[in-house]
C-alpha cells in the first residue's frame, strides 16, 4: 500500500528529504507521494522513514492504493532497475 499525506501537512520539508524513493513532491499547499514511486520504504529500510520524521503524523495508508508487500518489493526492485 502506497503512504498519503493528509491535509494536516505543515510542509516542513522533512519527509522528501528521507524518502529514498524520491516519491514525495512539494505541491500546494501540502506535499503529495506519487504512489507509482512509493514502496513505504521495502528494499531501502524497515520502516517508511518519512512516517519516522514527520512531527505532525500527517503520513497515513492510501486506501486507494493498496498493494502487498510482494508487490512493493517488486516496484522496489522495478525502480531500481530503472536507474
Known amino acids: 500500500m502506497s503512504l498519503m499525506?493528509?491535509?494536516e501537512c505543515i510542509a516542513c520539508d522533512a519527509c522528501r528529504d528521507e524518502c529514498p524513493n524520491n516519491?514525495?513532491?512539494?505541491?500546494?499547499?501540502?506535499y503529495i507521494i506519487d504512489p507509482d514511486y512509493c514502496t513505504e520504504c521495502v528494499g531501502?529500510?524497515?520502516e517508511p522513514q518519512c512516517v519516522?520524521?514527520?512531527?505532525?503524523?500527517c503520513i497515513v495508508p492510501d486506501t486507494d492504493n493498496i498493494e502487498s508487500v510482494e508487490e512493493l518489493k517488486l516496484k522496489f526492485k522495478q525502480l531500481n532497475e530503472e536507474e
Open 44 to 46: 531501502h529500510f524497515d
Open 23 to 30: 516519491a514525495i513532491e512539494e505541491a500546494d499547499p501540502i
Open 52 to 57: 519516522a520524521v514527520c512531527p505532525v503524523d
Open 5 to 7: 499525506i493528509t491535509e
